[in-house]
C-alpha cells in the first residue's frame, strides 16, 4: 500500500468517526450538507514482490516494437528499466528467457467472468438486469462472484487485466467494471486503481426483441434510438440540477440538495466525461446512428463491441476517434451477426481507427493470443500487411486505452506497471502456453510450478487441490 | 424436354470437372495412412480420386500442376460434430431446424431432409479445409435426438452421401429432464427402448399387426433403433459426468452397442474402461470450463490423456455452431498440452473414418481413395497457417465465400464506384 492510499484509509475512517459521531447531534446538524463518499472503493494491493530481470527473451512491447537482445527489469510492481545492460540491484531473481516471448499482460474489454461464472445455471447467471430497457442503476461488480473458476483459466491464458460488463439485453445494461485478474475475497479488492467506470450500451437485435416480446418498448431499432435519446435528455437535466446546486453553493448560499437518482447519476457522469461509453452495436448504419446520438448529447463512445460490420465503416470509426473492439470469426448466430469478414479488425487497423480484439467468452479469452493469430493469417494471405508487433496491440494497449488505463498498464514502457506474460515460445504459435504471468510485478501464475497455479474456493475439493484442471 | 436438356448440360459440366486431372507436385504429403509422411513428392489426381503418390508420375498431357513446394498435404478435415446446413443464423428460427419439439418422432426424427446445400456455412468452411462432416440433430424433448446424416462437402452432386450415419442421443442432467427431471429415469427410458425393440424384431409380424402389448416407442421409432441394437449403427451419446459414462458402459454391454462417446468433458477419468471396451469419444479439445456440474472435471489434456489410455480420438469445436473448421485449433491445443501432433491429425482425418466406418473412401491420402486434400501455407496445425488449396472429390474449390466477398467489396472505402456496385 502506498502512503497515498494509507492517508485515504486514514482519511475515510476519520470521516466515518465523525458522521457516526454526528448523528446523535443529528438535529443540530442538518442544514449542512452531507458529502458523498465514494462507493465501493478500491481495496487493491499489489502483491508483494521482489525485483525480477528478465534475460534474452524476444518482446513484443505493445507499442509495435519487436525487440531482442534487451533486458526487463521489474521493481516494486513497477518496469523500472528496459536495457541491453541491466546491472542486478542485487536481490533481483534473473530469469534466463532464451528462445521464450515476452509480450504485455493480456487485456479482454468484454467478459462476462463472475457475473456469468461456471457452472453456469439460473442461480448465478447475474449478467443482465431484465426488468427494464435503462438499468443504468446497476453496476456489474455487484453480481461479480470472485470464487468464479473462469477467474483463474483466464489468468493461464495471460490476461492480467478484464473489463466485466452487464449484458446486452438493455438499451442501458449498468456500469461496468475493470478488474486486475487476482481472485480475492472481496470484488473490492480486484478493482484496477483508479480505472474508470464504463457504461455498457446495447444497439439491435438484443433489446428490442426483449423487451418486443412483452409488448413492450423497444420493440424496434427506432425505438432503441427513441429510449437512448430520452433518457440523455433526462439526465442532461439532472446535470443541470446539480451543476446550479453546485454554483449556489459556491455563491454561498443554501440551496436544497436535490435527490439523487442512480440511473441518471451514471449517465450525468458519462455526460461530465467520467464515465466511458462502451457500446454494443453490430451494423456499421447503428454504429453511425450511435455517433450522431452522442454528438447531440456531447459525449464521447469510447468502444463499440461485438463491431461485427467495423470494417465498413472503418474510416467514420477513425474521423469520430472511436474504436472497435471485434472478434476473429464468430458470425451467423444473429442476422446483426452475419456479414463477417476474417480481416475485420485488420481493416479497422488499416483505416487508422483504434482496433481491438475481445472475447466475450470465457474460452476465448483463455486464448486471446490465439484469437489474434487468425486474424494476423487471414489478413496477410490477403494482403494486408500485419507484423506481430502490431497485433499484439490489439490485445494489449488498444484495449487499455478503451478502458482508460493506457497510462498504467497495457505495454512495457518504463514506469508502467509490471503486468507481464513471459510465453513459452511465439505467443501466436497455437502451441505456445503463458509460462510466467506478473501483474504488478508479482509472479501469479508458473506452468512448471504448481504452487503457483491458482485454485478458487470452488475448485477445493471438487477437483485436484493444485491446479490439475489446467 | 428442358429439364432433360437441363440434365444433359449438367452431365457435361459435371463430367468435365472429375475428368480434370491434377497433379500436386513437390510437396509433404501427411498420408494418415501406414505410409506416415512422405517429404517431397507428388498427387496425381484423376476423376475425382487418388490415382497415384509417387516422386516421378506419368500424367496425361492436359493435367493441371500445382507446384507445392515448401507446403504440406493433409486429408480433408472431416467434423463429425456439426449443424452444418440444419442452421443459417441462430436467431433467425425459419433458418433453424436442429431439433423438434413434436412428441411424435424421437429415434425415427432423421434430419436429412432438412440439410441445405445451398448453406452459406458450407463455402466459407470448405475455404478453411473442411471438407465432410456429420451434421446431427439436437434433442428437442427426447433422450434420443435422431439420426446424423453424412456431408460431403463437394460442389457437384448429392451432398448427403449417407442420409442416417449414426443415433444421436444424450445422457446427464438434461436427459434427465427430457425424462421427467432424474438421469435415472433417462437410463430407464434408454433401456427399455432397447428392451422394446428387440422385443419388436423377434415379433414385428404381431406388433405390426397390433396383436402384442403396447410398447415404450412407436413403431417407427422402433424400427429405426433396429441396426443401433443389431449393433450395425453407432449410438453417439452426449454425455460428460464420469458417472454416467460408467453407466452408459454398463448398457453397451448389457445390450453390445456401437457406442461413441460425443462432449466426454470426464471421459478422461475412466479412460481405461473406454480404452477397454474400444469406445472412441468426440472431444472438443478446448472446451475446458467447469459449465455445469456433468463436466466438472474438463480440462485441457483430456486428449493427452484418453490418448496414453488407448482410447480412439476424433475431435470436433463445440462453441461453435458456423464454423467448424475451427476442429484444427481444437487440434492444435490438444498438441499444446500433451498430444503428440500424428495423433491431432489422425482425430480430424482417419480416425473419424474409420469409426463411422467410411474408411474404404475417405480420411487418408492414398490410391483409390477419394481425392479431398488441402494444401496448407505450413504447419497444418499452426492458427498462422491457412489453406492454400482446398479439393474436394477432386475437384479445386474456388476460395471464395460471402466473408471474403465482402473484404473485397470494402478493401478501399475511398473506392469512387459506390460500394452497391462492387462484386
Known sequence: ?470 | MKQIIYSFLLLICCSVIHGQEILIQNVTVHTQSDKGTIENTSIYIVDGQIEAIGARLDVASDTKIIDATGLQVTPGLINPYTALGIIEIGAVRSTVDVETDDEMFSTSYNIAPAFNPASSLIPLNRTHGLTMAIVAPDSGHHVFAGQAALVHLRRSGDLLIDRSIAMFARFGARAGRFAGGSRAAAYAKMRHAFLDTKEYVENSDAVMRGNWRDLSLPKHDLEALVPVVEGTKPLVIDVHRASDIRTLLELKKEFNLNIIIVGGAEAWMVADELAAENVPVILDPMYNLPGNFDRLGARMDAASLLHRAGVKLIFTALTTSHNPFLVRQSAGNAVAHGLPSTEALMAMTINPAEIFGIDDRFGSIEEGKVADLVIWDGDPLELLTRAETVIINGELIPMVSRSSRLRERYRNLNDSTPYIYRK
Open chain 1, 1 to 470: 500500500m502506498n502512503f497515498d492510499e494509507i492517508l485515504k484509509i486514514i482519511f475515510l475512517s476519520t470521516l466515518c468517526f465523525i458522521l457516526a459521531a454526528c448523528a446523535t447531534q443529528e438535529e443540530k446538524e442538518e442544514d449542512k450538507p452531507v458529502t458523498t463518499a465514494e462507493a465501493f472503493p478500491s481495496t487493491y494491493q499489489a502483491i508483494a514482490s521482489q525485483p525480477v530481470i528478465i534475460r534474452n527473451a524476444t518482446i513484443l512491447t505493445g507499442t509495435g516494437e519487436q525487440l531482442s537482445g534487451v533486458s526487463v527489469l521489474m521493481v516494486n510492481g513497477r518496469i523500472q528499466s528496459i536495457d541491453r545492460q541491466i546491472a542486478n540491484p542485487g536481490s533481483a531473481k534473473i530469469i534466463d528467457a532464451t528462445g521464450k516471448w515476452l509480450t504485455p499482460g493480456l487485456i479482454d474489454v468484454h467478459s462476462h467472468l463472475g457475473v456469468y461464472p461456471s457452472p453456469s445455471h439460473e442461480a448465478n447467471a447475474d449478467g443482465n438486469e431484465l426488468t427494464n430497457p435503462n438499468t443504468a442503476e446497476v453496476w456489474a461488480e455487484h453480481s461479480v462472484w470472485t470464487q468464479d473458476p473462469q477467474f483463474t483459466l483466464a489468468l493461464a491464458g495471460g490476461v492480467t487485466t478484464l473489463q466485466v460488463l452487464p449484458g446486452s439485453a438493455n438499451l442501458f445494461g449498468g456500469r461496468g467494471i475493470t478488474l486486475k485478474n487476482i481472485p480475492a475475497r472481496t470484488v473490492q479488492a480486484m478493482k484496477f486503481p483508479g480505472a474508470p467506470y464504463s457504461l455498457k450500451m446495447a444497439c439491435g437485435e438484443n433489446p428490442k426483441r426483449v423487451y418486443g416480446e412483452r409488448n413492450q418498448a423497444p420493440g424496434s431499432r427506432m425505438a432503441n434510438v427513441a429510449g437512448y435519446r430520452s433518457a440523455w435528455i433526462e439526465a442532461k437535466a439532472y446535470l443541470k440540477k446539480f451543476e446550479e446546486y453546485e454554483e449556489e453553493l459556491a455563491k454561498g448560499e443554501e440551496p436544497d440538495e436535490p435527490e439523487r437518482n442512480l440511473q441518471l447519476e451514471t449517465l450525468a457522469e458519462v455526460l461530465k466525461g467520467n464515465i466511458l461509453v462502451h457500446n454494443h452495436c453490430y451494423r456499421g448504419e447503428e454504429m453511425a446512428v450511435m455517433i450522431d446520438i452522442a454528438k447531440e448529447f456531447n459525449y464521447k463512445i469510447t468502444a463499440f463491441h461485438h463491431a461485427v460490420e467495423a470494417y465498413k465503416i472503418a474510416d467514420i470509426l477513425a474521423e469520430n476517434n472511436v474504436c472497435a473492439a471485434m472478434w476473429s470469426e464468430w458470425w451467423g448466430f444473429k442476422h446483426e451477426a452475419f456479414d463477417m469478414v476474417e480481416e475485420n479488425v485488420a481493416m479497422v487497423d488499416a483505416a487508422g481507427a483504434c482496433a481491438i480484439v475481445h472475447t466475450d467468452s470465457p474460452i476465448g479469452i483463455q486464448h486471446m493470443n490465439q484469437e489474434t493469430a487468425k486474424i494476423i493469417a487471414a489478413a496477410n494471405k490477403s494482403g494486408f500487411k500485419v507484423s506481430p508487433a502490431h497485433a499484439i496491440k490489439w490485445i494489449t494497449l488498444n484495449a487499455a486505452q478503451a478502458l482508460g488505463i493506457e497510462e498504467q498498464t497495457g505495454s512495457l514502457e518504463v514506469g508502467k506497471m509490471a503486468d507481464v506474460v513471459l510465453w513459452d515460445g511465439d505467443p501466436f504459435s497455437v502451441y505456445s502456453r503463458a509460462e510466467m504471468v506478473f501483474i504488478d510485478g508479482a509472479q501469479v501464475f508458473d506452468l512448471n510450478d504448481r504452487s503457483l497455479q491458482p485454485a478458487t474456493d470452488f475448485d477445493l475439493g471438487i477437483l485436484d487441490p493444485e491446479g490439475e484442471r489446467l
